[in-house]
DNA sequence: GTCATTAGTGTCAAAGTTACACTTAGCAGT
DNA sequence: ACTGCTAAGTGTAACTTTGACACTAATGAC
């Protein structure tokens, strides 16, 4: 910060604009899906984009994400998994002005959705809320594509190294669904023997004794056990 | 960005101001060493800090941490690995007004360096320069030791990852000299036989045909093969 | 009962990791 | 020129992890 610059007297240089925009992943029907809200005004009016607002000038930046989040789903603080993606602050982004956004992601599972839908916010540049499928955006505003596929590509890195998957999940899930969670984000096959190997070795869920129905044999309920968050996020949980 | 936020008529906002700060890293002396530079005025003033300067307005984030880098240690972009490492924004982390910094991490190669001692800018803040010991560093301005934590964490995570150790060191190197930069970063020992087998499993080094005096039996200089990176960066190099 | 379907476990070979011992090449002292 | 010291550089064998695949278990439909 400001240390080796001319000397500054803050108040006459021109300052950007600092927003914060948050990528919002759930998954819903199987699918990768992200939270998009439809731009009602100049610049980029009608085109999707990444639900995001400025920073207040006493508010943290986490602090703000988390304020959008809430805005923008309805969901509170314990029930999602929320992380600083990058900063993006090309000059031209938004023409408008200079503006600086920090992005950041968060993942919430689908159980935890009181869906916005219809019950959108008064005083709203937007003109409507979607969940579109993360891998097959529409066409986004400003360089909202670039920071998409940035998060995309965080979640699967973090997918691979951490246990955060089971935040996509309600809070009792069966192994299946677990194991379709990180199929869909990774977009490949994994192995139902060695993903539940692997699992059982990392301590990382306990099973309920609740079942599930499905076709065949009924599937147990497993909880995440968040005890067990800090030795995982060390090593890697799966292939 | 700015996109459900209540409508903006940008110019009535106070807004943040933004820098970016770049934690530069090098190897000295078989330690990891980072530059920090003495505070001359309020607030701080006297203590060490990160060197670091405001964004202008018509600069890209990442072209003023290459501006800042080259301001401090005149080393020029080519020769340098930078990266984005996380934005801090908590309000009061500067008492002057609301400062949000987006933090760099630096890795120069010792080779590279004209040493800024001496040398330094005309129009400055700074009192002083110098190479600090990364792991026990003086006492630091603003949030900048939580930043410089921050780094360590970071770039030793990417030296067990990706071949990015190679731009700590000259050009040309001995195998045991990037051994030590990796101990030395890593602050752990690795066993020679394991680290030089990965490493010509890898392909990330071709032999030159100099060699090197040593205390022993010669050692022969190696250089860093670039047109590996690309696959190297994928997966884990060392243990 | 049989069949279809999904849950859940076990095995084994291939690949990777780790610890440690060995050979090689230069230098210095006698 | 031999001996011993130092550090370079290679090899091997036990152990762990991984990946592919086969097997058993529990339920509903017929």
Redesign the pocket.
């Known amino acids: 910060m400001a240390v080796t610059a001319r000397t500054y007297d803050a108040s006459q240089y021109e300052r950007p604009s600092v927003t914060v925009d948050v990528v919002i992943f759930t998954i819903l029907d199987s699918e990768l899906k992200v939270l998009l809200v439809k731009r009602k005004n100049w610049p980029c009016e009608g085109m999707w984009a990444i639900p995001g607002g400025f920073v207040d000038m006493n508010e943290g930046l986490e602090e703000a994400a988390y304020r959008e989040l809430r805005e923008e789903t309805s969901v509170s603080g314990q029930d999602v998994y929320l992380e600083q993606l990058y900063t993006f602050g090309n000059p031209g982004r938004d023409p408008r002005t200079r503006v600086i956004t920090v992005a950041y992601f968060a993942l919430v599972g689908a159980d935890k959705l009181h869906l916005p839908e219809g019950g959108l916010r008064a005083a709203s540049d937007a003109a409507g809320v979607g969940w579109f499928s993360a891998y097959t955006p529409p066409l986004l505003a400003f360089d909202h594509a670039e920071i998409l596929e940035y998060a995309i590509t965080r979640l699967r890195y973090k997918l691979e190294y951490t246990a955060v998957g089971f935040q996509l999940l309600p809070e009792r899930f069966?192994?299946?669904e677990l194991q379709e969670a990180y199929e869909t984000v990774l977009s490949e096959k994994l192995?139902?023997?060695?993903f539940?190997?692997?699992l059982?070795k990392s301590g990382a869920v306990e099973a309920t004794d609740a079942?599930q129905?499905?076709?065949?044999?009924?599937?147990?309920l497993y909880r995440f056990r968040d005890d067990a968050v800090a030795e995982i996020k060390t090593r890697?949980l799966f292939?």
Chains 1, 2 share one sequence.
């Open positions: 069966t192994l299946r192995d139902k023997g060695n539940r190997s692997k059982r079942y129905e499905t076709g065949g044999r009924p599937a147990r890697r292939p």
